[in-house]
């Protein structure tokens, strides 16, 4: 279930980030792609417990 929703907001992110630079706003929408790719279960996630520390 989490890792379904961690999907869902990175394609999110990506689509809004591929719509932005359409736009013109370049800065803006790399910004976003970068954090879907990082957001996403095959990327760092954001939500992910450390172990050790």
């Known amino acids: 279930m989490n890792a379904t929703l ?7 992110l990506v ?11 370049i ?8 954090l879907g790719c990082l957001v996403g279960p095959g990327g760092i996630s954001l939500f992910r417990s450390r172990s050790g520390a």
């Open 27 to 34: 800065l803006f929408g790399i910004v976003l792609i970068v």
């Open 15 to 25: 689509v809004v980030g591929i719509v932005q630079l359409f736009q013109g706003q």
């Open 6 to 12: 961690l999907w869902i907001v990175a394609a999110v």
